[in-house]
């Protein structure tokens, strides 16, 4: 059974630092395209960033370039999400993903094969 359990999240004040981290479960971590998405309450689920199966690619969305980095450690089936310089407007249940895809289409939520149950990130003002 795959699992894909994130952590990390937590209430933060804007311009403050938090990482999240995503485990994986009961999957070939290694042969899989890494992403989080994000939905604030009353928006829809938006991509944020993503990772190649190996870390040599990644793609990241406009609103956090700069600011949030993705990263993986295949031997411990973990992917990273250093979110610095938050703001109020990065509030959000942030969700990693697993899938087989290339970064062309990382930001395509309906690629993806395995979610994870979510991890609250509040930015307050």
């Known amino acids: 059974q795959v699992q894909l359990v994130e952590s990390g999240g937590g209430l933060v004040q804007h311009g403050d630092s938090l990482t999240l981290s995503c485990a994986a479960h009961?999957?070939?971590?290694?042969?899989?395209?890494m992403g989080w998405f994000r939905q604030a309450l009353g928006k829809e689920r938006e991509f944020v960033a993503a990772?190649?199966?190996?870390?040599?690619?990644?793609s990241v969305a406009e609103s956090v370039k700069g600011r949030f980095t993705i990263s993986r450690d295949n031997a411990k089936n973990t992917v990273y999400l250093q979110m610095n310089n938050l703001k109020p407007e990065d509030t959000a249940a942030y969700y990693c993903?697993?899938?087989?895809?290339?970064?062309?289409?990382?930001?395509?939520?309906?690629?993806?094969?395995?979610w994870g149950q979510g991890t609250q990130v509040t930015v307050s003002s």
């Open positions: 993903a697993a899938g087989i895809l290339s970064m062309a289409v990382a930001g395509g939520s309906e690629l993806y094969d395995y």
């Open positions: 009961g999957l070939s971590f290694g042969a899989y395209a």
């Open positions: 990772i190649s199966w190996n870390g040599g690619s990644n």
